[in-house]
């Protein structure tokens, strides 16, 4: 999981060169760009003023200095992305943001595909850089709901980039059954082309979902991500918000047999957009309650002496955003 709230004071990142593989092409020693999670131009928009930073909504002790930023991916994917990213401001978040965030506008065509680039980056964050469900079952499908995510985006790239397709699976001799079968479904996986079956993406505001304008206000300067699964194990979501929405991809995952103890429990467990909602709503509850956590060690981070005056200095001549 990551997060950030806006404000505002804080360091360089320091500017070095990291050579390694690019998360999504998976080309080796490459130059690594340092990308963003959510992409800068959503960052630039959630900034009230010009030259404010983001800090860690959990620790305001961390900052970041114009969003938060990993050595992921090579130039060439990098640009693949970006086409994106700049098409999903100017025909979506722009026009949403300047409708006063009321209501949502209606999505392009191909919105679905600037969703799933952001959906890839934070599961592929949580699990490779965080190291997130390393100790549950639940890691082997998240692990093989971004290697579906990385192939179909893969598979929509028009550039001349040749894609390397190596992973863990060559190691295997199939020695054993099991093995044998894991060689097998690589197999079957690599010769289909990705359809993208059981996994969809929406977008839903605050209000939506339920929220009332006074919590909508407060999480107006918040920005995260992460994903997270429904008790049940049928529902994996990779979600974002920012700026009053929510934006998901759901993984319908039919692959285990579930037994409800109750109605309740058997209505949440429905594919549908219902359930997702109710399931969006209790995780962004818990967020709330995190932030209430969080809420007194960090008024005392920013009341300390020298944050203060940092921040007084800072915003003297600041120019605000529109
Ligand atoms: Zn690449």
Not at 5 to 34: D, F, H, N, W, Y
Not at 131 to 152: A, G, I
Not at 231 to 257: A, P, Q
Request: aromatic share 14%; with cysteine; proline share 2%.
């Amino acid at each position: 999981m990551f997060g950030s709230l806006m404000p505002k004071e804080g360091v360089e990142m320091s500017k070095k060169c990291t050579v390694g593989k690019c998360a999504l092409c998976g080309r080796e020693s490459i130059e690594l760009m340092q990308s963003h999670i959510i992409p800068k131009l959503v960052y630039t928009r959630v900034k009230t003023y010009q030259n404010s930073r983001f800090r860690n909504f959990l620790d305001f002790n961390q900052l970041y200095q114009d969003g938060e930023k990993k050595p992921m991916l090579c130039h060439e994917c990098e640009e693949f992305f970006s086409k994106y990213e700049v098409e999903f401001t100017n025909k979506f978040l722009d026009k949403y943001l300047s409708n006063n965030k009321q209501t949502l506008v209606p999505q392009y065509n191909g919105i679905k595909n600037y969703i799933l680039t952001v959906s890839w980056r934070i599961l592929y964050d949580d699990l490779f850089v965080y190291n997130s469900f390393s100790d549950t079952h639940l890691r082997s499908t998240y692990e093989f709901l971004e290697k579906r995510l990385r192939k179909y985006l893969n598979q929509i790239r028009t550039d001349n980039v040749e894609v390397c397709a190596a992973d863990t699976f060559e190691e295997i001799k199939g020695e054993s059954f099991g093995e044998m079968i894991a060689l097998y479904e690589e197999a079957v996986f690599n010769s289909l082309l990705e359809s993208l079956k059981n996994i969809e993406s929406y977008i839903f505001t605050l209000k939506e979902l339920g929220y009332s304008d006074k919590v909508i206000t407060l999480l107006d300067s918040f920005i995260l991500g992460y994903s997270y699964n429904s008790g049940d194990n049928r529902k994996f979501v990779i979600f974002s918000m920012y700026k009053g929405l929510v934006i998901s991809t759901i993984y319908w995952n039919d692959r285990t047999i579930f037994f409800p103890g109750d109605l309740k429990q058997f209505l949440l467990s429905l594919n549908c957009k219902k359930t997702l909602k109710l399931s969006l709503k209790q995780e962004i509850d818990c967020v709330l309650s995190q932030i209430k956590e969080a809420y007194p060690k960090n008024q005392e981070i920013l009341n300390s002496n020298n944050t203060r005056e940092k921040l007084e200095n800072r915003y003297k001549n600041a120019k605000k955003q529109k």
